[in-house]
């Protein structure tokens, strides 16, 4: 089941702090045939309980914080990428050649927003940097020999498959003897020892040294997550590969930046890597080993440490090694099959396996965190793309005939050709929402913050008179509220905080159905920049970033 329950249950949670839990259910967001919506619930509600159990522990608290997780700020996280603004700048999500193609026998997806990705793809089909060029060269081939050419080349290429075709594969075998969230105690060290903190706010990292050595999305989702509740993050990359400065400013919130060279600054690095509390990493399986960053060689240098690893297609199996992002994931899955129409595939409506599996990965890290304090033991935390996406096409399966979920005829690709699926340039404000909803304009998206990062005076008052309409929760111990159509009044503690940072939204002049209640705007190194609050709430815990993002590369490598 994709709900918090099963996620819970997967990190090794007690049950009983499941009744802390309660969520505001809002049906038309994040629409898709498969449970989207209940995936990326589930994943923020539990990474928001593992850090109110583990900030408990920290203030000496018997009683673990309650949690609140609203399917509105959820889905507007999910699709934070398309409401940025930097300078009043929109983001490209997708580059012109990251995009579905028809070939001789099916479809293929590529990812090509990197430019040695990009020169990857166009020299593994000889042809020149022109999307008519490359759709005349893939119309004429087999998609799998596609798949299996460019990848032989460094590329990034993936077929079509069905949900069946995939299950068949041997990737799909190797995940599925895999838990949802792997975690692995590496040695017996002793148990960790946590300063006490306070609450104003609570922060249940803080002072937690995190080495961030993550790239895209699903990571960098997650130290961002770290990053809000008070740890101090730093990101490593290497100078020459290179970041697409939107992503990283999206992802940025909360972290420093930094540039080293494995080789010849390594002395550096491992002063780094031995004075970290977390290690997190999100490259290929293996292609950290020739530096010695193994988990267990982390862990022989820095005992006590968690090390978490992030992975598109898994630590086991023939794929292990690929290169691979969500997009493409979905299509060698069959996510992209289930999701298309009339013969053309289709696209979830966030990169949900990103963002729920940077989720995943950041409880995974807290709840290890708190095991830490009890029974000591250095921690590996392991999630792919692949295996999140399995758990979807799972919580599919037990989903009840009818509306919510496609006849068999609705959910396989007709025969014939059809035009790809123009996913890459949909329009934030329809992204996560009902379609009746998708052209209100946010009155105040643009007002700027009274502090960084703080949305006006008047944002968090909710709208008189409106229709709450409280039910019971479908999966107990949770209680939920089904806010289906109109402006919903919170409860007081429901995630929004005395300065109202979460807005209501009629606040925010979106109404339930716009974004607008979940934007902020944040003066800083960039600019002013426009961008999603974070859905991971609980009572007394932090409601936004302590900074906003920097450029890539321009903080120096040391700790705070």
Known sequence: MTDIASVWSALGGDPALLARVSAVERPGVLPARLPVRDLARACVGACALAAAELGARRAGDGEVPAVRVDDGAVATAFVSERHLLVGGRAPESFAPLSRFWRTADGWLRTHANYPHHRARLLAALGVADDPDAVARALAERSAREVEETVYAAGGLAVALRTPGEWAAHGQAAALRSRPLVELTRLDASPARVLTRVGRDPLLPAAGLRVLDLTRVIAGPVATRTLALLGADVLRVDAPWLPELPDQHADTGFGKRSALLDLGSDRDLFEELLTTADVVVTGYRPGALDRFGLTPRAIAARRPGVVVAELSAWGAYGPWDGRRG???????????????????????????????????????????????????????????????????????????????????????????????????????????????????????????????????????????????????????????????????????????????????????????????????????????????????????????DWARPPGSWGADPARWA
Do not use: K
């Not at 069959?334 to 989720?359: K, N, W």
């Not at 599919?396 to 979920?405: D, I, M, S, V, Y």
């Not at 496609?406 to 007709?414: K, Q, S, T, V």
């Open 325 to 543: 992002f969500d997009s493409l994931v979905q299509v060698a899955t069959g996510i992209a099959a289930v999701e298309g129409t009339e013969g053309r595939p289709g696209a979830l409506p966030a990169q949900a396996l990103d963002h729920g599996t940077g989720y995943l990965l950041a409880a995974g890290v807290l709840r290890a965190l708190t095991g830490q304090t009890d029974e000591g033991g250095s921690r590996l935390v392991r999630v792919a793309l692949a295996r999140t996406a399995a758990w979807l096409l799972e919580g599919a399966a037990l989903l009840p005939e009818g509306p919510q979920r496609p006849p068999e005829e609705a959910r396989r690709l007709p025969e014939g050709a059809g035009q790809p699926a123009q996913d890459a340039g949909r329009p934030a404000q329809d992204a996560g929402w009902p379609a009746e909803d998708a052209g209100r304009p946010a009155q105040q998206a643009g007002r700027p913050a009274q502090q960084a990062g703080r949305p006006a005076e008047d944002a968090g008052r909710p709208a008189e008179g409106t229709g709450r309409r409280p039910e019971e929760a479908r999966r107990p111990p949770q209680r939920a509220e089904r806010l289906p159509g109109e402006a919903g009044r919170l409860p007081e503690g429901a995630g929004q905080s005395a300065e109202g940072n979460r807005q209501s939204a009629e606040g925010a002049g979106a109404g339930v159905g716009g974004p607008g209640a979940w934007l902020a705007e944040a003066d800083g190194p960039l600019g002013r920049v426009r961008y999603v609050l974070p859905p991971v709430t609980f009572a007394g815990g932090p409601r």
